[in-house]
T-cell receptor
């Protein structure tokens, strides 16, 4: 249980184009999803919090017009990197939070997707 | 900015040895999570801690929520080669909304046969 599917697992795009990354909760409804960015050998940095049916909350320093987040359903959130540049190359990871996050079963804790390696050339 | 100090940054140990790592902060947390991340993969939750003083085990893993609520440790007993990876602590500040976590910088664990 508590599987989060992230797609694609890797993508290479040309500078100036846009890329969409999908995050799906497969067997539970995720009222909240989180998007993180991770540079090589560094920790995860929270970019934004995505709430179903409402606007995302962005962390300080994250450009909301560049990183568009849509959480149109309880099982899907998307991150679109617009007008991508080489400095946007990174590992992007989503996590999903089930309503019963206090369930002591690890399966319904904070579950991460497998990540998307974005390379902008 | 990052408010968690995770140490050590890396550990090189022999198979069978125990591993210990910790996270400390000057801030108070109400939840601590420990994750393991393999290269090119997303983090996998190992242990979740919700109460100060709580000691929780998951197989060979044991983690504790510090009494002061400002720290947590993770122990791995009798390490095996598959324990190789990067271990992250994550804490939720009492001042943050539910689900918003700060991550430590990670501890790289290398196990040699």
């Amino acid at each position: 249980g508590a599987v989060v599917s992230q797609h694609p697992s890797w993508v290479i795009c040309k500078s100036g184009t846009s890329v969409k990354i999908e995050c799906r909760s497969l067997d539970f409804q995720a009222t909240t999803m989180f998007w993180y960015r991770q540079f090589p050998k560094q920790s995860l940095m929270l970019m934004a919090t995505s709430n179903e049916g409402s606007k995302a909350t962005y962390e300080q320093g994250v450009e909301k017009d560049k990183f568009l987040i849509n959480h149109a359903s309880l099982t899907l959130s998307t991150l679109t990197v617009t007008s991508a540049h080489p400095e946007d190359s990174s590992f992007y990871i989503c996590s999903a939070q089930a309503p019963d996050h206090r369930d002591r079963s690890l399966n319904y804790g904070y579950t991460f997707g497998s990540g998307t390696r974005l390379t902008v050339v | 900015g990052q408010q968690l100090n995770q140490s050590p940054q890396s550990m090189f140990i022999q198979e069978g040895e125990d591993v210990s790592m910790n996270c400390t902060s000057s801030s108070i947390f109400n939840t601590w999570l420990w994750y393991k991340q393999d290269p090119g993969e997303g983090p996998v939750l190992l242990i979740a801690l919700y109460k100060a003083g709580e000691l929780t085990s998951n197989g060979r893993l044991t983690a504790q929520f510090g009494i002061t609520r400002k720290d947590s440790f993770l122990n791995i007993s009798a390490s095996i080669p598959s324990d190789v990876g990067i271990y992250f602590c994550a804490g939720q500040l009492t001042t943050d909304s539910w689900g918003k976590f700060q991550f430590g910088a990670g501890t790289q664990v290398v196990v040699t046969p």
